[in-house]
């Protein structure tokens, strides 16, 4: 058994800093580097990237609406046609910080409302897709394994890696609970580590409901803006080993 550990970064802005990404980075396999659109801005991205090089870890965008104020996690209105082109622009962006460090692009992971949003809407997933495909085809799709961004990028011939999450609730229908919900995140660390156990070894996860679901795991995230991220990803990565299963980048697993 073989999993990988993500963790959404490089979200500080200017003077303003978000995250424990220097602690974060070494525990991972995987960072999913915010592009400047919900957050982020050159300087930083540089930072993030040499950061991931000097720990030896593999970097994807992190794209997401044009929201820096509501930190991309409020909804927006957008057509497929501007799905995809904040998909490509940003996907660009962060592959030129690590082309000059030497670095290849992994994967593409859509951030908060982007993501949730392209769980549900095929069109709109179908154009972040068609980003991914037009600016590399080898490129991994990382999404929630129920959703339609999923099943898009492997209709479409893409790299499609299942995530689940260690610090998040979940509806019957394999999507997330919306944050606004009592109930929506998990922040005892140690029935985080219970559940990503359950979800990578039974492909099994028990809704907010109490109704055990089906769930594929390829990937595990811990959100690097969390109060808890860094006691998350450390008791994570000694439970998972302990289990007898293996961390390794979403390039081995998919």
């Known amino acids: 058994m073989q999993v990988d550990l993500n963790s959404d970064l490089g979200e500080s802005f200017g003077r303003y800093t978000i995250g424990n990404d220097d602690k974060v980075i070494p525990l991972i396999t995987s960072a999913n580097v915010a592009c400047g659109f919900h957050a982020s801005d050159p300087v930083v991205m540089k930072a993030t990237v040499e950061k991931a090089k000097a720990a030896g870890i593999s970097c994807g965008a992190h794209p997401g609406y044009p929201d820096l104020m509501g930190f991309g996690r409020r909804n927006m209105v957008v057509t497929p046609e501007e799905a995809y082109s904040y998909t490509l622009y940003q996907i660009g962006a962060l592959d030129a910080f690590l082309k000059a460090q030497g670095m290849t692009l992994q994967h593409v992971k859509p951030h908060g409302a982007f993501y949730n949003m392209a769980a549900k809407d095929r069109k709109q997933s179908e154009a972040i897709c068609q980003a991914v495909k037009d600016y590399r085809s080898d490129l991994i799709v990382l999404a929630l394994p129920a959703g339609e961004l999923y099943k898009a990028a492997k209709d479409m011939g893409l790299r499609a890696a299942a995530e689940v999450f260690a610090d998040r609730a979940y509806e019957e229908d394999g999507t997330l609970v919306n944050r606004k919900k009592p109930g929506a995140m998990i922040t005892d660390e140690d029935e985080a580590l219970r559940r990503v156990i359950r979800m990578v070894k039974e492909h099994k996860v028990t809704a907010i409901t109490g109704k055990d679901i089906d769930i594929t795991a390829d990937s595990v ?14 008791k994570l990565r000694a439970g998972l080993t302990k289990e007898g299963i293996d961390i390794k980048p979403l390039s081995e697993i998919v």
């Not at 995230?221 to 990803?233: N, Q, S």
């Open 221 to 234: 995230c811990v959100h690097g803006d969390g109060a808890k991220a860094l006691e998350f990803v450390e």
